[in-house]
């Protein structure tokens, strides 16, 4: 079970809310710019609502019951 607001930093979180369907929201330097369900991860993007971010410059956070 993953907290309101706890960062994602591992393969095994982004997997996690890909199955189970949670929402996560996007953060760059401290702005929201999204939120949504992953679609597709890799070591170095996650996408959401069909855009790529980067794993190293944004901060993706859990938000389950959003």
Known sequence: MYLNGQ???????YQDHLDASIPVQV???????DIGFIEIYSPQFVQIN??????????FLSRPGY
């Open 50 to 59: 069909h855009t790529f971010y980067n794993r190293k410059t944004h901060v």
């Open 7 to 13: 960062q994602l930093t591992s393969n095994l979180h």
């Open 27 to 33: 953060y760059y330097q401290n702005l929201h710019k």
